[in-house]
């Protein structure tokens, strides 16, 4: 065999595998396109957040728990979802919103008047969302490809942002909020939906928990104020939070 094309296939498949092979050689090459979700300018991913630790995404592949059967019962979906007092002709986004399971209950509460922008950084969910639109003829639902930083929502053009079982993966949650808030009609709400991380009995690991505290501490730096704290489900605390007042408004 020629000893330059020995060398290249050497370096091509022997390198990579070696823990001790120099940096330059196994460093992976920069991807040619940046991927949607990420925008130009964003700030190194965060692991914690005013003294919690940031969980991972929920990824695609496992969200068929969200539509799972026991969902009803164990979280009391019907209650939570009539605690929002959603009104026909509103703007409603459903941020996080995963393959839609909230989207499309969401969707006929809004009405033909209304309409849900349903958010998530995941183009796998957004397309099993744009699947059951399609079947379910749904025309009053924007899918949308949010980054990381920015829901890429339009300005003062939503009533209420949702966000079930999400906040605590953000892992640029300020910058999120701060969009959000954007985003938000004057007067607005979100709502957090969150596992009650106060009770020990809530079947779920503990970073995807979140106590109501923590959440009401971080909010403190954000133009939303505090509303209501909603007890009444088995798992989880429903959190309402209003845009501040601004001069403008
Ligand atoms: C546990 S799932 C909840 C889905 C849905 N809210 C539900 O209750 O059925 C969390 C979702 O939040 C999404 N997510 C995480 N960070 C996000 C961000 N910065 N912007 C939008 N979606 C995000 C994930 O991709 C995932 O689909």
Request: glycine share 4%; with cysteine; hydrophobic share 40%.
């Given at each position: ?51 919690r ?43 996080g ?30 397309e099993?969302?744009?699947n059951?639109m ?10 949308i ?6 829901p ?38 979100i ?19 979140m ?5 009401r ?8 104020e ?24």
């Open positions: 065999m020629d000893p330059m094309y020995k060398r290249i296939l050497f370096a091509a498949l022997i390198l990579p595998l070696v823990s001790a092979a120099p940096n330059e050689l196994i460093k992976p090459k920069a991807p040619a396109t940046r991927p949607a979700t990420q925008p130009a300018q964003v700030p190194p991913p965060l692991t914690h957040y005013m003294g630790e940031i969980a991972q995404t929920m990824h695609w592949q496992g969200a068929g728990w969200l539509t799972r059967e026991e969902r009803e019962k164990e979280e009391d979906c019907t209650t939570m979802v009539k605690q929002l007092k959603v009104q026909p002709g509103q703007t409603v986004c459903d941020l919103a995963g393959n839609g399971f909230y989207t499309l209950w969401l969707a006929k509460l809004v009405g033909e008047k209304g309409r849900v922008l349903a958010v998530d950084i995941q183009p796998e969910m957004l099993v969302l744009t059951k399609a079947a379910l003829q749904i025309h009053n639902v924007r899918p490809l949010g980054t990381i930083t920015d890429r929502l339009p300005p003062r053009s939503v009533d209420l942002i949702l966000m079930v079982d999400v906040y605590h993966e953000f892992d640029h949650p300020f910058e999120m909020v701060q969009a959000m808030s954007r985003a938000l009609k004057p007067r607005g709400r709502v957090f939906v969150e596992f009650r991380r106060e009770d020990p009995k809530v079947p779920i690991k503990d970073v995807h928990k106590t109501e505290a923590q959440v501490k971080e909010m403190a730096a954000q133009p939303v505090w509303s209501e704290t909603i007890e009444v489900l088995p798992r989880q605390h429903i959190i309402v939070f209003k845009k501040k007042a601004d001069k403008s408004e």
